[in-house]
């Protein structure tokens, strides 16, 4: 732990805080008591399902919904042009905060033209979902097949088709940004490599798919929606406006969610399209995407390509990095968060962990004939890491330095912060040293090397990899969502209420989807008010319960999340301490709360229960002197002052072993040390990591959502779109390195992508230390065996 | 994802399946584990009128040994395949071959039959009974047909059995005590479906292949005979020179699919791999014994 950072009441011996503890919810869950959305049957509920567009982009010249409308069950068939009639107005998905970007409008389901294969056409609601999808059949749509756009490499040029006329060509975004001067770094370095990566588009695949349940009470004119969201205000915003209810008689529920990854913080036409029809039709009405509409419409992501470029001197020095990354997007940017984070993202952390001076970054994000694209966890991060850090293993390789030495000599020095990153961003409370000599202890290195030595010797070909990063967390409300004029809170706030009995209630504004948000919050909660977990009550995700907030996105939820739950604690403790201190005649500051009573600091014999002080509290206040006015409740509500993001840090090992015969790689351990601050729950905090990491893994080494030339998505199946299994999966070991961000007093930092963030970074630069001595090298994710057979000239 | 509507019949005797399958011709089809048919059901891959439930059918399933040819009921499941004693002792290229196979909660439910019956060219039973000369038994209200594994297989998930028979059992020769046999496949993924495997059956005597059955699978629309490979290696000592004749020999032997797991010349590539390494280990094998 940071020597600097002063012993508060979390780091009392015995504390809730730096514990262990299962979920709640895991309970729950493994005893086939979860509730999600789809558990939640009020009576007369209709199912909604869709006509989608097969065709990747097609003009729609006629419907014919009257066949369907005769079919048993039907209550109500939409077509685009209808349900927009419902609407204030399509999405335009852009930020102002992205200087110049542009998007078509959308609207939720597809009017005069389908811009994408899976784009909804038709809403039908029935009885059930085989009903709706038996009379979806019978819906006749006439398209007109127009010419699609599917390569982002000449999505630009002249000749190539433009998707939406009105935008003059098929550019989102661009962007660039330079710091120093990298054409002199280039010209006076004694090494420069450059190469190409590619990277191919993925999807969330949570376990729940996207799910909503739609209730409109017209003698209320209430609007109450159950669905699978990590952000129920901002779900609550979007959908009143657009449907044009007033916010406050929109209450949005998130029960249990089971999985998210930035799938979850977006808005899809499809769910509007239904809650339109539990509106017209004053009946609940639920959409429950299957996996093929999981695959054909939940947000795509990490469809990129970058060229990169590192120069460094004959001493193993960085001194520049530049890249241009090329981003393909889908036929409209997402609504309301856009499809330019990504490449944004790219730019912002690409070579981030290292202490170099000349930067430069352009990107131009294009439009496609496909799926929209948006956050998808750690965003833009398993991008740039894969080409920082592979650049600065040819970087090393090329000076004849040991990888590990090479970022020895380049990493921001421990001692040297806060500082600006070449990128321009501020980076703060980093441990980029520290990380690196606990993952050569960790990892054997010395030892490691040696074994891989020998296996060469044997013909069995092993890599060892290593991937530095840093990864941006809790982003702050001078960044991109409030700035940039999105209806999402970046700060977030507790409220937290003794009950009479001395129970706890805590109400969060961040949400769990399995990770156990609601958990961290009550240790939290409990550390700090000195009572049993069992004490407090963690309620999350409706927002007719939680004050306002932005919910749990980009590792922010313990950050930000945690610190109001901290500092609401706190509150409540001091009012709970001055009441103790009116009814036992003591001072405030003498008195300590310990598992549930008010002791004498340093002493353990209860003097007053917090029962007791919530009885008198709330029953018997006549016992009270009138100036104690006391609502046992506090809240409080925290945010970023000027920071774009709490920035995280951190190194990845890998070791594999590449059979190079079939191109087949085998993951044999795997290390992750990072610095996410104070860590609250080990276990939470290292399960989040190894999950992490398999996501990226999956992203590494199977997972594409490929698309033919016309636009058809080939596999929108589990059979054929492959995610990572734990068979395949190594161990994954985990040491946290905790300094305190300064920017809370909880100190807490985000830990839920950064195993994403560099797992394909450091798996890739294992498979080309595998490859290395064959002439091989991959450039290319997934690494498929045919890419590994390819570069070693095989096939 | 849900099923088109159909009627669903659950057979109580193999007469009344076979009855049941000669009345609705095309448009019934057998059930039997559902982990294959289920799941085209739900994405409306395909709509037949009725299923006819063979679960019930109890003399459909068993495993027995009875001169020396193993008889495997159509609706054993996979499950009982893998954990057979009389599998294990007889018939090891399955035993082996049943590891490769899905995962518990398929196997479970799934049948040999069914995979069988259905033929996806990368499924490894199928390359297991070419592999093992075996007889497939159909029957209908006309009577029952024996057919070789050879004349089974016609295509991509095309067979010799008609619409109206029902595959009733697998009958398969022992393996012969000085036989080695030896199953490869390569799935990105434990139990997926194989993007190249082999079913290798020989007698080895001092390292020379005196007989030798090699099926491919995975890379070609149906399980394929290696014939030139398998005769670039018969009667010949095992030797690197010979390896190399084998794989060379197999260009012929073979057409690969290119599909979402790579392409013809990958494939191609990979089973020439995969005869290496099984030779190798069938005369490893041999030694051992
Ligand atoms: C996730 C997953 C992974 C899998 N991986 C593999 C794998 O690695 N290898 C593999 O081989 N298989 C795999 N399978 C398929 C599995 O083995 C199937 O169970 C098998 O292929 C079909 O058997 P079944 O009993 O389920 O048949 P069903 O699904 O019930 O039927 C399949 C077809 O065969 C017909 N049929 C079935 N029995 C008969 C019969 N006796 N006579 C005539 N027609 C019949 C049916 O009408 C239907 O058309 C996988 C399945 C899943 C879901």
Same mark, same amino acid.
């Given at each position: 732990m940071n020597k600097e950072t002063p012993l508060t009441l979390l780091d009392k011996p015995n504390s809730y805080v730096g514990r262990t503890l299962s979920r709640d919810a895991a309970k729950r869950a493994v005893a086939g008591r979860g509730r999600y959305t789809d558990d939640i049957m009020p009576a007369r509920t209709l199912h909604a399902a869709f006509v989608r567009s097969p065709y990747g982009h097609a003009k729609i010249l006629?419907?014919?919904?009257?066949?369907?409308?005769?079919?048993?069950?039907?209550?109500?068939?939409?077509?685009?042009?209808?349900?927009?009639?419902?609407?204030?107005?399509?999405?335009?998905?852009?930020?102002?905060?992205?200087?110049?970007?542009?998007?078509?409008?959308?609207?939720?389901?597809?009017?005069?033209?389908?811009?994408?294969?899976?784009?909804?056409?038709?809403?039908?609601?029935?009885?059930?979902?085989?009903?709706?999808?038996?009379?979806?059949?019978?819906?006749?749509?006439?398209?007109?097949?127009?010419?699609?756009?599917?390569?982002?490499?000449?999505?630009?040029?002249?000749?190539?088709?433009?998707?939406?006329?009105?935008?003059?060509?098929?550019l989102a975004f661009e962007k660039t940004i330079e710091t120093?001067?990298?054409?002199?770094?280039?010209? #006076?370095?004694? &090494?420069?490599?450059? =190469?190409?990566?590619?990277?191919?588009?993925?999807? !969330?695949? +949570?376990?729940? @798919? *996207?799910?909503?349940?739609?209730?409109?009470?017209?003698?209320?004119?209430?609007?109450?929606?159950?669905t699978s969201s990590q952000c129920p205000h901002m779900i609550q915003a979007v959908f009143a406006r657009t449907l044009g209810v007033p916010e406050h008689n929109v209450r949005i529920v998130a029960p249990d969610v089971g999985g998210s990854f930035g799938l979850k913080i977006h808005t899809f036409g499809d769910e509007i399209a239904a809650t339109a029809a539990a509106i017209k039709l004053a009946r609940p009405v639920k959409f429950i995407a299957d996996r093929l509409e999981s695959f054909a419409?939940?947000?795509?992501?990490?469809?990129?390509?970058?060229?990169?470029?590192?120069?460094?001197?004959? #001493?193993?020095? &960085?001194?520049?990095? =530049?890249?241009?990354?090329?981003?393909?997007?889908? !036929?409209? +940017?997402?609504? @309301? *968060?856009?499809?330019?984070?990504?490449?944004?993202?790219?730019?912002?952390?690409?070579?981030?962990?290292?202490?170099?001076?000349?930067?430069?970054?352009?990107?131009?994000?294009?439009?496609?004939?496909?799926?929209?694209?948006?956050?998808?966890?750690?965003?833009?991060?398993?991008?740039?890491?894969?080409?920082?850090?592979?650049?600065?293993?040819?970087?090393?390789?090329?000076?004849?330095?040991?990888?590990?030495?090479?970022?020895?000599?380049?990493?921001?020095?421990?001692?040297?912060?806060?500082?600006?990153?070449?990128?321009?961003?501020?980076?703060?409370?980093?441990?980029?040293?520290?990380?690196?000599?606990?993952?050569v202890d960790r990892m054997g290195y010395d030892a490691l090397l040696e074994e891989q030595a020998e296996y060469r010797k044997k013909g069995i070909q092993r890599g060892i990899g290593i991937a530095a990063f840093i990864k941006g967390t809790a982003p702050g409300p001078a960044g991109y969502y409030g700035a940039g004029g999105a209806p999402i809170s970046s700060q977030d706030s507790c409220t937290i209420k003794l009950e009479p009995s001395g129970g706890v209630i805590c109400m969060v504004g961040v949400t769990d989807q399995g990770q156990g948000v609601d958990t961290v919050m009550g240790q939290i909660a409990a550390a700090t008010l000195g009572i049993p977990m069992e004490s407090v009550r963690v309620i999350e995700g409706d927002t007719d319960a939680v004050p306002y907030g932005g919910g749990t996105y980009a590792s922010r939820a313990t950050a930000i999340g945690g610190e109001a739950t901290y500092q609401a604690a706190m509150m409540l403790r001091a009012e709970i301490l001055e009441i103790a201190g009116v009814l036992l005649q003591a001072e405030p500051d003498t008195l300590d709360i310990l598992d549930g009573h008010v002791v004498d600091k340093g002493d353990s014999a209860s003097r007053i229960s917090l029962a007791e002080i919530g009885r008198i509290g709330h029953f018997q206040v006549a016992e009270l002197p009138n100036h104690i006015q006391h609502t046992l409740s506090a809240t409080y509500r925290f945010r970023l002052k000027d920071a774009l993001y709490i920035f995280t840090n951190g190194i990845q090992g890998a070791y594999v072993e590449v059979d190079t015969d079939t191109g087949f790689i085998k993951l044999l351990n795997h290390w992750v040390i990072e610095d996410c601050g104070r860590v609250i729950n080990p276990q939470l905090a290292d399960e989040q990591v190894r999950g992490g990491c398999v996501q990226g893994l999956g992203g590494a080494?199977?997972?594409?959502?490929?698309?033919?030339?016309?636009?058809?998505?080939?596999?929108?199946?589990?059979?054929?779109?492959?995610?990572?299994?734990?068979?395949?999966?190594?161990?994954?070991?985990?040491?946290?390195?905790?300094?305190?961000?300064?920017?809370?007093?909880?100190?807490?930092?985000?830990?839920?992508?950064?195993?994403?963030?560099?797992?394909p970074a450091v798996v890739m630069n294992a498979v080309n230390d595998a490859i290395r001595p064959f002439g091989g090298k991959v450039t290319a994710q997934p690494m498929s065996p045919e890419t590994i057979l390819k570069a070693l000239g095989k096939v | 994802m849900k099923a088109p509507k159909f009627n669903y019949i659950r057979a109580e005797s193999r007469q009344q399946a076979l009855e049941l399958l000669d009345q609705l011709g095309e448009d019934g089809r057998i059930l039997a584990g559902g982990q294959s048919l289920m799941p085209t059901l739900n994405m409306r891959l395909s709509q037949p009128g009725t299923l006819i439930d063979i679960n019930k059918?109890?003399?459909?399933?068993?495993?027995?040994?009875?001169?020396?040819?193993?008889?495997?009921?159509?609706?054993?499941?996979?499950?009982?395949?893998?954990?057979?004693?009389?599998?294990?002792?007889?018939?090891?290229?399955?035993?082996?071959?049943?590891?490769?196979?899905?995962?518990?909660?398929?196997?479970?439910?799934?049948?040999?039959?069914?995979?069988?019956?259905l033929a996806d060219p990368a499924a490894e039973m199928p390359a297991c009974v070419l592999a093992l000369g075996a007889t497939l038994v159909v029957e209908s209200i006309n009577g029952r047909r024996e057919i070789a594994a050879e004349d089974y297989f016609k295509g991509l998930y095309e067979t010799a059995r008609a619409a109206n028979e029902l595959l009733v059992e697998i009958l398969i020769p022992a393996e012969k005590s000085d036989n080695v046999s030896v199953?490869?496949?390569?799935?990105?993924?434990?139990?997926?479906?194989?993007?190249?495997?082999?079913?290798?059956?020989?007698?080895?005597?001092?390292?020379?292949?005196?007989?030798?059955?090699?099926?491919?699978?995975?890379?070609?629309?149906?399980?394929?005979?290696?014939?030139?490979?398998?005769?670039?290696?018969?009667?010949?000592?095992?030797?690197?020179?010979c390896k190399e004749a084998a794989a060379n020999a197999l260009a012929d032997d073979l057409d690969p699919m290119t599909n979402l797991q790579g392409s013809a010349a990958m494939k191609l590539h990979l089973q020439k791999v995969l005869t290496g390494r099984a030779l190798d280990a069938a005369i490893e094998r041999a030694e051992a014994v």
């Open positions: 006629s419907i014919d919904v009257e066949a369907a409308k005769q079919q048993q069950g039907v209550a109500l068939v939409m077509t685009g042009a209808e349900l927009a009639e419902m609407c204030t107005g399509p999405w335009v998905g852009t930020l102002v905060c992205f200087d110049g970007m542009k998007s078509e409008p959308q609207h939720p389901m597809a009017i005069d033209r389908a811009c994408w294969q899976g784009e909804p056409v038709v809403m039908v609601v029935a009885t059930s979902r085989a009903e709706a999808e038996d009379a979806a059949e019978l819906v006749t749509v006439e398209y007109e097949e127009l010419p699609v756009v599917i390569d982002k490499e000449t999505a630009l040029d002249p000749g190539t088709p433009i998707i939406h006329p009105n935008l003059g060509d098929n120093g001067d990298v054409e002199k770094a280039v010209a #006076e370095a004694d &090494i420069v490599i450059e =190469d190409t990566f590619t990277f191919g588009r993925h999807t !969330a695949v +949570s376990l729940e @798919p *996207r799910a909503l349940l739609a209730e409109y009470d017209p003698g209320t004119e209430r609007l109450t929606i159950h419409t939940d947000i795509h992501a990490r469809e990129n390509r970058v060229k990169g470029r590192i120069a460094v001197t004959k #001493e193993g020095i &960085i001194t520049s990095m =530049d890249i241009d990354v090329r981003s393909g997007a889908g !036929a409209y +940017s997402q609504y @309301p *968060r856009t499809s330019v984070f990504e490449a944004n993202q790219i730019l912002n952390i690409t070579g981030g962990p290292y202490a170099h001076e000349n930067y430069r970054a352009s990107t131009q994000v294009v439009y496609l004939n496909k799926v929209p694209t948006s956050q998808y966890r750690a965003v833009g991060h398993p991008i740039g890491n894969t080409v920082g850090e592979s650049l600065v293993d040819q970087a090393a390789a090329a000076c004849g330095i040991d990888p590990m030495e090479f970022r020895r000599r380049n990493v921001m020095r421990d001692d040297s912060y806060p500082r600006i990153s070449a990128a321009g961003i501020e980076m703060r409370d980093l441990s980029h040293q520290q990380c690196l000599e606990t993952l080494l199977y997972e594409e959502c490929v698309y033919d030339s016309a636009g058809q998505l080939q596999n929108a199946t589990l059979a054929d779109y492959l995610v990572p299994m734990a068979g395949e999966m190594p161990d994954i070991e985990v040491a946290h390195i905790q300094t305190h961000t300064g920017v809370s007093e909880l100190g807490a930092k985000g830990v839920g992508e950064s195993g994403t963030g560099a797992a | 059918v109890t003399d459909l399933s068993g495993i027995t040994l009875e001169d020396g040819i193993v008889r495997i009921g159509a609706m054993t499941r996979h499950v009982e395949v893998a954990n057979s004693p009389i599998i294990a002792e007889n018939l090891p290229l399955i035993a082996e071959a049943m590891q490769h196979v899905a995962h518990h909660a398929v196997r479970n439910r799934g049948t040999i039959g069914g995979s069988i019956a199953f490869l496949e390569l799935a990105q993924r434990h139990g997926d479906f194989a993007m190249a495997g082999l079913a290798c059956v020989a007698r080895v005597s001092n390292k020379t292949f005196e007989e030798l059955r090699l099926v491919y699978f995975g890379s070609e629309d149906r399980p394929t005979l290696g014939a030139g490979a398998i005769a670039a290696v018969v009667g010949q000592t095992w030797s690197a020179e």
